[in-house]
Structure formats: structure tokens, C-alpha cells
């Protein structure tokens, strides 16, 4: 089992930056892909941002692209996002999660650890 705890978040004026951080623990972390997804209040659960186990390949969702980049450190078992410009429309809760791939994936159902979620809220 991975166990995953997200933190980070925080309260940020829209232009300014985050960078959230996934520490996980458990089975070993380099043989997982890792993304990020978020939740707004009344909204769906939104694929952001997934790494490859190598972390050579990197795959967003159109709205973050340019602004957010994921990286991970294997030796660390952490999975960070680095949120740039933030807009208030960025605004959610945002989970890290990890599958059972070595790949990119991008669907909800195709990772099966979750992360508490940390909240990130963009002030405009």
C-alpha cells in the first residue's frame, strides 16, 4: 500500500505562486505514476498534471499548461507541483494520487491511492 499526504496549499493572490508537495510512504515509490488532480465546490474531480515512474514524461490539462509543472524525487518520494500565475479560477482542492503504472495516466479510476487533498484558494 502507498499512503500519500499532500501539503502546500495555502492562500495566494492571483499572480503569485505555490508549490505543493506529496510525500509518499509505503511500497516502493519510484515503480508508480503520480498525478495531480483538483476539486472545486460543485465541480467534478479534474485530471491537472501526471509523471511518468522515469519522470521523463509530463502530461496537462490545457488550462495549466505553461503555468504548472510537475516533477518528482524518487530518492525523496515526493511529487511536487509547482503552480505559477495562479488564477482565481485555480482555486480548489487538490489531490495527488498514485497508480499502478509506470506511465502516463489521466483518468480518476486509473490511480488507486489518494492523498487527503490541501486546499489552494487564488484571491483575485
Known amino acids: 500500500q502507498v499512503q500519500l499526504v499532500e501539503s502546500g496549499g495555502g492562500l495566494v493572490q492571483a499572480g503569485g505562486s505555490l508549490r505543493l508537495s506529496c510525500a509518499a510512504s509505503?511500497?516502493?515509490?519510484?515503480?508508480?505514476?503520480m498525478g495531480w488532480f483538483r476539486q472545486a465546490p460543485g465541480k467534478e474531480r479534474e485530471f491537472v498534471a501526471a509523471?511518468?515512474?522515469?519522470?521523463?514524461?509530463?502530461y496537462y490539462t490545457d488550462s495549466v499548461k505553461g503555468r504548472f509543472t510537475i516533477s518528482r524525487d524518487n530518492a525523496k518520494n515526493t511529487v511536487f507541483l509547482q503552480m505559477n500565475s495562479l488564477k482565481p479560477e485555480d482555486t480548489a482542492v487538490y489531490y495527488c494520487?498514485?497508480?499502478?503504472?509506470?506511465?502516463?495516466?489521466?483518468?480518476?479510476?486509473?490511480?488507486?491511492?489518494w492523498g487527503q487533498g490541501t486546499q489552494v484558494t487564488v484571491s483575485s
Open positions: 494520487a498514485a497508480s499502478t503504472y509506470s506511465n502516463i495516466v489521466v483518468l480518476a479510476t486509473q490511480y488507486v491511492y
Open positions: 509505503g511500497r516502493t515509490f519510484s515503480s508508480v505514476g
Open positions: 509523471i511518468s515512474w522515469s519522470g521523463g514524461n509530463t
